[in-house]
């Protein structure tokens, strides 16, 4: 199975900063079907950007995603308030559909 | 609108079962493949199972492997989680969600307590 193991940990950053976590899979992420979810406290997971660099719905374009095999990376241009929060990758290019650990983007 | 709510959860004894549901309206249920997601206390996502649009094909984390079933009833637009043999370890917030490659749309989730 294919591990994912994200980066930084934690993100410490301030309002209007850009954020840039990185998600390394094991092997090669068949199709390059790597997507980003968004968690906050108590809520469910939201759909980012999937494939790896296709915005889902209602997400904002400061919202990328890039990367291909092994490395990818999601990129917040220039974080606002509501964007602190957990982020995870997920590989679904095989059956079993593995998380990475997160990467906790905090307020500085 | 896409509404999914999971039900089922609740406080049950190691080596306990339960079952979990999740009622689905707002889109074509047998058009999608569906998952199981569960989240541990202060812990990150864990991917449980999936089953396709057609309830055939069926996949689980091997964590969970042989205690618990994954099942759908299309008809009645609904997802099922099966969890026997339960252990400390799988308590958490369980999330159903829908699949379309990623998981697209989410519900807000069951918590299980696995717990004497």
């Known amino acids: 199975e294919i591990v994912l193991t994200q980066s930084p940990g934690t993100l410490s950053l301030s309002p209007g900063e850009r954020a840039t976590l990185s998600c390394r899979a094991s092997?090669?992420?068949?199709?390059?079907?790597l997507a980003w979810f968004q968690q906050k406290p108590g809520q469910a997971p939201r759909l980012l950007v999937y494939?790896?660099?296709t915005r889902a719905t209602g997400i904002p374009n400061r919202f990328s995603g890039s990367g291909s095999a092994t490395d990818f990376t999601l990129t917040i241009s220039r974080l606002e308030p509501e964007d602190f929060a957990m982020y995870y990758c997920q590989q679904y290019g095989s059956s079993s559909k593995m998380f990475g650990q997160g990467t906790k983007v905090e307020i500085k | 609108e896409v509404l999914l709510v999971e039900s089922g959860g609740g406080l049950v004894q190691p080596g306990g079962s339960l079952r979990l549901s999740c009622a689905t309206s707002?889109?074509?249920?047998?058009?999608?493949?569906m998952n199981w997601v569960r989240q541990a206390p202060g812990k990150g996502l864990e991917w449980v199972s999936s089953i396709s649009n057609s309830g055939i094909t069926i996949y689980y984390a091997d964590s969970v492997r042989g205690r618990f079933t994954i099942s759908r009833d299309n008809a009645k637009n609904s997802l099922y989680l099966q969890l026997n043999n339960l252990r400390a370890e799988d308590t958490g917030v369980y999330y159903c969600a829908r699949d379309r490659g990623p998981s697209d749309s989410w519900g807000q989730g069951t918590l299980v307590t696995v717990s004497s």
């Open positions: 494939g790896p660099s």
């Open positions: 707002g889109f074509i249920f047998s058009s999608y493949d």
């Open positions: 092997q090669t992420v068949s199709n390059n079907y």
